[in-house]
């Protein structure tokens, strides 16, 4: 089975505070993305990444960086955190011959305060 | 940009039929999918339809295409307790090598009545 794991569930931080959202999946997927779900605003695209080093601006970059320095690793950086980026932050992968198939992790419930 | 509505909510009856909806508005798109989000869990795939589809039937889930309305449906027959979550649909402009990129509706909750 595919996993993809958030290094936390919950998250609590304060304004202004630099944040490290962390994913791991063992499926040597070539794919990784950042998503945040907000109630009826669905799931937004962050960033991606389809290959270590590379990764490409999604459709909300803006007060986030990411970071692949290895394959099965991407992390979500928040460098200033504001209120208006506490969220649930979900992180997936996919394969490259199969990208249309997206895997999730649990998802890090992130409150700025 | 692309666009997919879903509307909120759905509640049915234990053993009825659910059918959930969803329109997008590119019609390049090449895949359109299904999620399930089951309470404080991630999203997981359940269907996924190419565009040059009508139908795709996977034991109780039926999806049907509507390609030249742009109209997604996912129909879930005999529906169980377990059933209820939140569906997303989502729709991809085919392969890039780009890593896919997903378009994702607002999500419909689905909550299943005794």
């Known amino acids: 089975d595919v996993k993809v794991t958030q290094s936390s569930r919950y998250l609590v931080k304060r304004t202004g505070e630099k944040v490290f959202l962390e994913c791991v999946q063992d499926?040597?997927?070539?794919?990784m993305f950042w998503y945040r779900q907000d109630p009826g605003l669905g799931l937004r695209l962050i960033y991606f990444s389809y290959d270590v080093k590379m990764k490409e601006k999604g459709d909300i970059p803006e007060g986030y960086s990411v970071s692949r320095e290895k394959k099965e690793r991407f992390s979500l950086i928040l460098e200033s955190a504001s209120t208006n980026q506490t969220s649930m932050y979900l992180c997936a992968s996919s394969p490259e011959d199969r990208e249309y198939e997206q895997y999730f992790g649990p998802g890090t419930r992130l409150t700025v305060t | 940009g692309e666009d997919v509505e879903q509307s909120l909510f759905l509640s049915v009856r234990e053993g009825d039929s659910s059918v959930i909806n969803c329109t997008y508005t590119?019609?390049?798109?090449?895949?359109l999918y299904w999620y399930k989000q089951e309470p404080g869990a991630g999203l997981q795939l359940l269907t996924y339809?190419?565009?040059?589809?009508d139908m795709k039937q996977d034991q109780r889930l039926t999806v049907l295409l509507n390609k030249k309305d742009k109209h997604l449906s996912l129909r879930i027959a005999d529906t169980q307790t377990g059933d209820s979550a939140i569906y997303f649909c989502a729709e991809s402009g085919g392969v890039t090598g780009g890593g896919n990129k997903l378009t994702f509706g607002t999500g419909t909750q689905l909550k299943v009545e005794l």
């Open positions: 499926m040597d997927h070539e794919n």
């Open positions: 590119d019609s390049s798109s090449t895949y």
């Open positions: 339809i190419f565009s040059n589809m």
